[in-house]
């Protein structure tokens, strides 16, 4: 549970999703958080203090995601974590352990607000 935003979460994921859904490349940041889309359709929500990772969309199609949101407070429910590379974004999902190796994405900028 993170306090004190000043930010509605729910309105930054529909924003990212809409812009994989239009295979629009963006990068956001709110709060502690980092959203970000990418002209292939994917979309992602990341913790970077805890390297924590929730897909929100895949080929531009939404993918759900279990948050929380009061007007001071936010809790997410994290599918899994991240690690980046080089060049490469890992995705480890935490119920299957299944990896995902992903090139392609904005990995230096994520490193540097990281």
């Known amino acids: 549970m993170v306090e004190g ?8 994921i529909e924003y990212i999703q809409r812009r994989a859904a239009e295979h ?20 992602w929500l990341l913790d970077p203090a805890e390297h924590l990772a929730a897909r929100l969309a895949r080929n531009g199609d939404p993918e759900p995601i279990y948050f929380e ?6 809790a997410i429910s994290w599918k899994g974590s991240y690690r980046i590379e080089g ?22 900028r994520l490193a540097q607000l990281g």
């Open 87 to 108: 060049d490469t974004f890992i995705y480890i999902d935490k119920d299957s352990g299944r990896i995902v190796s992903v090139l392609g994405y904005p990995t230096r």
């Open 24 to 43: 629009d490349g963006r990068l956001v940041t709110v709060g502690p958080l980092i959203l970000f889309s990418t002209d292939t359709g994917d979309a």
């Open 5 to 12: 935003k000043d930010f509605r979460l729910a309105g930054e």
């Open 69 to 74: 949101e009061t007007d001071t407070n936010f």
